[in-house]
Every structure is written in structure tokens, then in C-alpha cells.
């Protein structure tokens, strides 16, 4: 088919199904227009088949012949855009071979880095001085070009008249993990130019977002150091068409079957009924999975008048021994979790996490590259083996899981990325096993500011107890000869869309009595940490609990369909709540709830009086002898007569002398500074 037929063939195409919608789009001064590659096909199947193989030169013709029509006003430039290209045409970023240069193709993917816009020249017009004759060069390489003669003869430098610039920007498409089995998923550059950059486009092209892109590949030629050209060339596609695929939560449909059986099981006892189908192929853990389920319903996000924004999604912690059946879980949550990402431990670090700045080799300069958290903004992190990370990549971490934002500056970027979303981490005890003789929060290898921002903390504890391993014994026999016993009741695909549902589109109201509910039980615990000794309180609870309650009774609600939060929904929150305090903040001595036990480092409630009680033994002895040097001895004795053993005595003493209090001028002896 020559170019006059397909100019013919386009023109009459055009003019039977696209006109109005031509003559609209250059009324309102666009200069792009879209044709379904379907339509096409069934007017004229040659043409369709002369696009795939020869974009480039069908896309002029298909320009030709729109600006034959007789439209309102006069167009320089126009480009056609094909959507809905054949399935045939799909390739897979790792397949993308040379027999696919020049050819029309089509491939889903992740941004995973994008530059900035810059303007690129298309064409440049040159006159000679001596005849002053005209000189149009194209510029189609990355090299500048300018005319090396004229017609006339003449050689050397020419004046430059004007130039056509294009509005250009680059990006780093990577495979969907979801299309990959395991290996490592492939990336290639990608050049936008004139409307596939207009601002409405850059907002669906931001790093994390998942697009269709359809163009054709073209190689770009290396220029090695010394100046000459490589024999290796780089690919980098040409886009024609972008669409944003439905991967956001917002952009989910649930069909009118689905939202009925939605409707039916949040009327009966939704959390027990979810819970029991979360994970059905681990045995126990009840109180885990229906944490997990609360978390993945999540609380409701509050923006107040002055700015400060609460967070709504809840961040969980399961800290277990080895073969507890952590990793299953958490396996399981990212199969069911909207937009989930996994990441492990060791494999993992702070540019990974949050993001990291890298040299641009596409357009020059600096761009920002989105790491796991940003990617799985309004969805779930997945983090195993929490405590394999190093401790200046874990500090990564404080930022995004309170403020849900990461701020980044580096090479002159300053730039803050939104991260709503929910972590659920898991991590193995300091030494890899539970010591059942020493306190939880002692084994626990985390720093205090990091576990403060998790909402529930689970100790996975694996002790023999006759009774219970044989129960699990004769479960995890049980499905290895029938692998059907731990098949869900419920569909994944279908918990996702009821965990989708529920966050999107319930936000329930809190009621004065599952306020006065949490405010009650605040109050008790607050007031229930009173030593006796020197009158120093245990801190059980702190603020963050109480957002923390506020967020699981919400979650509650949601996951009831309900409008409102009810004294119940306040009630299981607590009960959850007062599992995890009890699990790992009981201070041994005293029965009492001791948040400061979760710092580890930090002192509780009861080294802090017997610390007090030891500095007024100080002072009243110093007062009595008249001495400053005060014998170790008779601190001892004089603690030993309120109650308090020569070990609580000699800790108190070392923690006094390392925080600068007291030292000691000659052995045996102490002095207060």
C-alpha cells in the first residue's frame, strides 16, 4: 500500500468514526487524538498490519490526513495515538529482542523513576550566508546537528534561523512483580514527549504508579570516551500511548453478587468469621489473626483544622522463636493485603525502603527512585526478619511509619514522598529464642522509639506443652495427608475486595459510649501503676495506646459495615490491647503494667524508687556523720531496713555512678557530686 492510499484509507476512517471528536479536540486546541487499533482492523485489516510493522511512517500518513480535513483553524502538528493494540503485540520487559526494533508493541509495568520535562529540538533551519538558501536538518540523534555544506558550495559555519522543540521527558519502566516467577525483573528507558507529558499525565506517571504503555523501540547509539561510536546500542522506547492501570484501592469494582455476600457476612460476627478463613492452614494464633484482620480494615485517617493529620492505618509487630509460623503469616496477609509488598531483612535497606536519589543516565542529572514504602502508598508493607536489618537502615523507618512520609535530601533534591501505609513486621528475639526466665521487651532487639510506633506487639512463644503439640502435631499431619483441610472458606480475591471495600468506603463515626469505654479503661491503667516504694509510678500506658485503641475500634466498625462505633467495637480493642500489655510490659516484680519495660534500656518503675530510695539513704547519711564520703557498706545496711535486697542496692549504685550522680574517691567509699 503506498503512502496515498494510506493517507486515503485514514482520511475515510477518520471521517466515518472519529469527526466529531476530531473537530472537538482542535476546538479546544489539543493536538493528539486517539483511535481504537480494534476499529481499525475491521475497516481496512492491511493498514493494521503495516501500523505494527512500520509505526513511525503510518502515524505521519495518519497526520496527513487529518490536516487535509477542512477544520476550524489551521494545525501545524498533530499526532495519532493507538489504543487497545492486539494481545499479539504484548512483550515482556526481559524478552524485548532486536527483531522487535521499529515494531509496535504494547507492555504493562511499574514506574520506578521518572525525570524531569525538558524541552528536546526536532528540527533546525540554517541559512546559508553566502546564497542565503535555506537548510532544514532533522535531528534525530543526541548529537546537535548542523549542515556541514551548502548547495552553492560553501563549507563551514552556518546561521542558525530557528528550531522545533518538543517537550520531553524520561522514565524507567520495571516488570510487575506479579508477571515475573521469581527473577529478578528487568527495567528499560522510556521517552515521553508533547501531550504524553501535559500535567493531567505526570500525576499518572509518578513513581509507583503502574501503567499500559504502547510505542515502538528504537536503539540509540554509545559514544565511547575516546569520541567514536560503540558497536553496542541502547533500547529506549517511543511512547505513543499511556494509560494508568487500576491498581490504585480508588479505582476497585465490586460487582452487585459480590457486595451482597459482603453485606451477608458483616450482619454475623465478620471479625471471628475472617479471622477463622485468614489463615486456615496455621493452627492457633486466634488472637494474632484477629489483629491481622483488624489491621487490614484499618482505622480512619483525621485531618484537623491546624494542620495535624492522625494516621488511620495501624502498624503490627509479631516477635516470635524460629518455626512459630511468623513468615506463613505474613506470606498470607501479602497474598490478601491491597497493594502488598514483601520485603525480608537482610535483603533490605534504607534507600530500598524509603527512596534514593540516582544519577539520571537517560536525560543527565538527578532523579528520585520511590522505594518499598512510597510503592506501596495506601496499601501494606510486608516486613520479615525485622531484626536482620542494620540500625541505620531500621532508623529509615521512624519517619514513615508515624508521620507516613519520607523526606528525602540529597544532590540538591529536597523532596517529601507520601507513604500511607501499613506495616506488619516480624522479627526473631534477641538471642533467636524466647528465654522464658528473662523479660520479653529484655529480648526484644529493637529500638524503644521504633517499637513505641507500632499499635500491637505479639510475642509468638513456641513452649512444650504436651497437650497443645499434640494437637498441632495432628493438624500439620493432618494437612500434609489431606492438603484440602486448610483450604479458606472464603476466596483471596474475594477478602481482598471485602478488605478494599471496607476501607475505601466505610468511615465510621465514634459514639459517646465506646469513647467513654476507652477513656475509662485509659484512666484505670494510668492510675493502676502505683509502687508503693517511694511512691514512683509504673507508666502502663501512654498516648499512643489510646490512638492505638481508637484506630482497632474503628477498624471494628468497618469491618461490620457499621456507621458508627459501638461500646462493643471499644470493648474487643481493648481486649486485644490488654493481650499485648500483658504479654510483654508486666513488670515481674510488682504484677504491674509497665510500659517502660517495652524500652528494654530503660529503667521501670521499680529500679526508679529503689534509685530514690538509695539517693535519700545518701543524703540522710551524709547529713548524719557530717562525712562526704560515705561507705558503701552502710547504704547497704541502711536500704536492707527498708525492704530493699544488697543486689536492688549495688544496681542502683552502678546506674547512679554511670549517669554521673555519685562517684567513687577510694574503694568501698561513695560520694555524691
Given at each position: 500500500?503506498?503512502?496515498d492510499?494510506?493517507?486515503?484509507v485514514?482520511?475515510?476512517?477518520i471521517?466515518?468514526n472519529?469527526y466529531?471528536?476530531?473537530?472537538e479536540?482542535?476546538?479546544?486546541?489539543?493536538?493528539?487524538?486517539?483511535?481504537?487499533?480494534?476499529?481499525?482492523?475491521?475497516?481496512?485489516?492491511?493498514i493494521?498490519d503495516?501500523i505494527?510493522?512500520?509505526?513511525?511512517?503510518?502515524?505521519?500518513?495518519?497526520?496527513?490526513?487529518?490536516?487535509?480535513?477542512?477544520?476550524?483553524?489551521?494545525?501545524?502538528?498533530?499526532?495519532v495515538?493507538f489504543?487497545?493494540l492486539?494481545s499479539?503485540?504484548?512483550?515482556?520487559?526481559s524478552e524485548?529482542?532486536?527483531k522487535?526494533?521499529?515494531?509496535?508493541v504494547?507492555?504493562?509495568?511499574?514506574?520506578r523513576q521518572?525525570?524531569?520535562?525538558?524541552?528536546h529540538v526536532?528540527?533546525?533551519?540554517?541559512e546559508?550566508?553566502s546564497?542565503?538558501?535555506?537548510?532544514?536538518?532533522?535531528?534525530?540523534?543526541?548529537?546537535y546537528?548542523?549542515?556541514?555544506?551548502?548547495?552553492?558550495?560553501?563549507?563551514?559555519?552556518?546561521?542558525?534561523?530557528?528550531?522545533?522543540?518538543?517537550?520531553?521527558?524520561?522514565?524507567?519502566?520495571?516488570?510487575?512483580?506479579?508477571d515475573?516467577?521469581g527473577?529478578?525483573?528487568k527495567r528499560?528507558n522510556?521517552?515521553?514527549?508533547?501531550d504524553?507529558?501535559?500535567?493531567?499525565?505526570?500525576r499518572?506517571?509518578?513513581?509507583?504508579?503502574?501503567?499500559?504503555?504502547?510505542?515502538?523501540?528504537?536503539?540509540?547509539?554509545?559514544t565511547?570516551?575516546s569520541g567514536?561510536?560503540?558497536?553496542?546500542?541502547?533500547?529506549?522506547?517511543?511512547?505513543?500511548?499511556?494509560?494508568?492501570?487500576?491498581?490504585?484501592?480508588t479505582?476497585?469494582k465490586?460487582s452487585?453478587k459480590?457486595?451482597?455476600?459482603?453485606?451477608?457476612?458483616?450482619?454475623?460476627?465478620?471479625?471471628?468469621k475472617i479471622?477463622?478463613?485468614?489463615?486456615?492452614?496455621?493452627?492457633?494464633h486466634?488472637k494474632?489473626?484477629?489483629?491481622l484482620?483488624?489491621?487490614?480494615?484499618?482505622?480512619?485517617?483525621?485531618?484537623?483544622?491546624?494542620?495535624?493529620v492522625?494516621?488511620?492505618?495501624?502498624?503490627?509487630?509479631?516477635?516470635?522463636?524460629?518455626?512459630?509460623?511468623?513468615?506463613q503469616?505474613?506470606?498470607?496477609?501479602?497474598?490478601?493485603?491491597?497493594?502488598?509488598?514483601?520485603?525480608?531483612?537482610k535483603?533490605a535497606s534504607?534507600?530500598?525502603?524509603?527512596?534514593?536519589?540516582?544519577?539520571?543516565?537517560?536525560?543527565?542529572?538527578?532523579?528520585?527512585?520511590?522505594?518499598?514504602l512510597v510503592?506501596?502508598?495506601?496499601?501494606?508493607?510486608?516486613?520479615?526478619e525485622m531484626?536482620?536489618?542494620?540500625k541505620?537502615?531500621?532508623?529509615?523507618?521512624?519517619?514513615?511509619?508515624?508521620?507516613?512520609?519520607?523526606?528525602?535530601a540529597?544532590?540538591n533534591?529536597?523532596a517529601?514522598?507520601r507513604?500511607?501505609?501499613?506495616v506488619?513486621?516480624?522479627?526473631?528475639?534477641?538471642?533467636?529464642?524466647?528465654?522464658p526466665y528473662?523479660?520479653?521487651?529484655?529480648q526484644?532487639?529493637?529500638?524503644?522509639?521504633?517499637?513505641n510506633?507500632?499499635?500491637?506487639?505479639?510475642?509468638?512463644?513456641?513452649?512444650p506443652?504436651?497437650?497443645?503439640?499434640e494437637?498441632?502435631?495432628?493438624?500439620?499431619?493432618?494437612l500434609?495427608?489431606?492438603?484440602?483441610?486448610g483450604?479458606?472458606?472464603l476466596?483471596?480475591?474475594?477478602?481482598?475486595?471485602?478488605?478494599?471495600?471496607?476501607r475505601q468506603?466505610?468511615?465510621?463515626?465514634?459514639?459517646?459510649?465506646?469513647?467513654?469505654?476507652?477513656?475509662?479503661?485509659?484512666?484505670?491503667?494510668?492510675?493502676s501503676?502505683?509502687?508503693e516504694?517511694?511512691?514512683?509510678k509504673?507508666?502502663?500506658?501512654t498516648?499512643r495506646?489510646?490512638e492505638?485503641?481508637?484506630?482497632l475500634s474503628?477498624?471494628s466498625?468497618?469491618?461490620?459495615?457499621a456507621k458508627?462505633?459501638?461500646?462493643?467495637?471499644?470493648?474487643k480493642?481493648?481486649?486485644?490491647?490488654e493481650?499485648?500489655?500483658?504479654?510483654?510490659?508486666?513488670?515481674?516484680?510488682?504484677g504491674?503494667i509497665d510500659?517502660d519495660r517495652?524500652g528494654g534500656?530503660?529503667?521501670?518503675?521499680?529500679?526508679?524508687?529503689?534509685i530514690?530510695?538509695?539517693?535519700?539513704?545518701?543524703?540522710?547519711l551524709e547529713?548524719?556523720?557530717?562525712?562526704?564520703?560515705?561507705?558503701?557498706e552502710?547504704?547497704?545496711q541502711?536500704?536492707?531496713?527498708?525492704?530493699?535486697t544488697?543486689?536492688?542496692?549495688?544496681?542502683?549504685?552502678e546506674k547512679l555512678?554511670?549517669?554521673?550522680?555519685?562517684?567513687?574517691?577510694?574503694?568501698?567509699?561513695?560520694?555524691r557530686?
Open positions: 500500500m503506498d503512502v492510499e494510506q493517507i486515503k485514514f482520511r475515510e476512517f471521517e466515518q472519529y466529531p471528536q476530531l473537530l479536540t482542535v476546538r479546544k486546541g489539543h493536538q493528539h487524538i486517539v483511535l481504537d487499533f480494534g476499529e481499525l482492523i475491521k475497516f481496512n485489516t492491511d493494521g503495516e505494527l510493522e512500520e509505526p513511525e511512517e503510518l502515524l505521519k500518513a495518519g497526520e496527513i490526513a487529518i490536516k487535509e480535513f477542512d477544520l476550524p483553524h489551521k494545525i501545524k502538528k498533530f499526532t495515538r489504543k487497545n492486539p499479539s503485540q504484548k512483550v515482556l520487559i524485548i529482542r532486536s522487535h526494533l521499529q515494531k509496535l504494547w507492555m504493562e509495568g511499574i514506574v521518572k525525570s524531569s520535562v525538558r524541552p526536532t528540527a533546525a533551519k540554517f546559508c550566508p546564497c542565503g538558501n535555506i537548510l532544514n536538518v532533522l535531528q534525530l540523534d543526541q548529537k546537528k548542523e549542515p556541514t555544506r551548502c548547495g552553492c558550495g560553501r563549507k563551514g559555519k552556518f546561521r542558525e534561523l530557528s528550531k522545533e522543540l518538543v517537550d520531553g521527558q524520561g522514565l524507567v519502566l520495571e516488570e510487575s512483580p506479579d515475573l516467577d527473577s529478578q525483573p528499560i522510556v521517552f515521553l514527549k508533547d504524553l507529558v501535559s500535567p493531567i499525565t505526570e499518572r506517571t509518578s513513581p509507583g504508579s503502574r501503567v499500559r504503555l504502547g510505542g515502538w523501540l528504537t536503539e540509540i547509539p554509545i565511547l570516551r567514536g561510536q560503540s558497536t553496542k546500542y541502547d533500547l529506549i522506547i517511543e511512547a505513543n500511548h499511556l494509560d494508568p492501570l487500576q491498581d490504585e484501592i479505582d476497585m465490586v452487585d459480590e457486595l451482597e455476600q459482603i453485606q451477608e457476612i458483616a450482619k454475623h460476627d465478620p471479625l471471628q479471622a477463622t478463613n485468614l489463615v486456615p492452614s496455621i493452627y492457633g486466634e494474632i489473626k484477629e489483629a484482620v483488624l489491621q487490614l480494615a484499618g482505622g480512619c485517617k483525621k485531618e484537623r483544622p491546624d494542620g495535624v492522625t494516621r488511620g492505618d495501624m502498624h503490627m509487630l509479631l516477635i516470635g522463636d524460629p518455626g512459630s509460623g511468623k513468615s503469616l505474613l506470606k498470607r496477609v501479602s497474598k490478601i493485603a491491597p497493594k502488598a509488598r514483601f520485603v525480608s531483612g535483603g534504607a534507600a530500598g525502603l524509603t527512596a534514593s536519589v540516582v544519577k539520571d543516565e537517560f536525560l543527565g542529572g538527578w532523579s528520585l527512585e520511590a522505594g518499598t510503592l506501596a502508598n495506601k496499601g501494606f508493607a510486608i516486613i520479615d531484626d536482620k536489618m542494620t541505620e537502615d531500621r532508623s529509615a523507618l521512624h519517619e514513615a511509619l508515624e508521620q507516613q512520609q519520607v523526606s528525602i540529597k544532590a533534591i529536597q517529601t514522598l507513604c500511607e501505609t501499613t506488619l513486621a516480624a522479627a526473631n528475639p534477641k538471642f533467636g529464642r524466647f528465654d528473662d523479660l520479653i521487651a529484655n526484644i532487639n529493637l529500638p524503644p522509639a521504633l517499637i510506633r507500632f499499635d500491637l506487639i505479639f510475642p509468638v512463644k513456641d513452649m506443652n504436651r497437650e497443645n503439640d494437637k498441632l502435631a495432628s493438624f500439620i499431619l493432618g500434609h495427608k489431606n492438603p484440602e483441610k483450604k479458606s472458606e476466596e483471596s480475591e474475594f477478602m481482598k475486595k471485602y478488605f478494599m471495600y471496607v468506603r466505610i468511615t465510621p463515626q465514634m459514639t459517646d459510649e465506646a469513647i467513654e469505654e476507652i477513656k475509662q479503661y485509659y484512666i484505670t491503667m494510668r492510675n501503676g502505683i509502687s516504694e517511694a511512691g514512683v509504673s507508666i502502663p500506658i498516648a495506646q489510646l492505638g485503641l481508637v484506630r474503628e477498624a466498625a468497618k469491618l461490620r459495615l458508627e462505633v459501638k461500646k462493643e467495637d471499644a470493648q480493642a481493648i481486649e486485644l490491647v493481650f499485648c500489655l500483658n504479654q510483654i510490659a508486666k513488670d515481674s516484680e510488682t504491674q510500659i517495652l534500656s530503660r529503667m521501670t518503675a521499680t529500679q526508679r524508687s529503689s530514690s530510695v538509695v539517693k535519700e539513704i545518701l543524703a540522710a547529713e548524719q556523720s557530717g562525712e562526704k564520703m560515705i561507705p558503701a552502710d547504704v547497704v541502711a536500704a536492707q531496713e527498708k525492704k530493699i544488697k543486689d536492688k542496692v549495688e544496681e542502683a549504685l555512678r554511670r549517669s554521673g550522680d555519685i562517684f567513687e574517691p577510694k574503694r568501698g567509699f561513695v560520694q557530686l
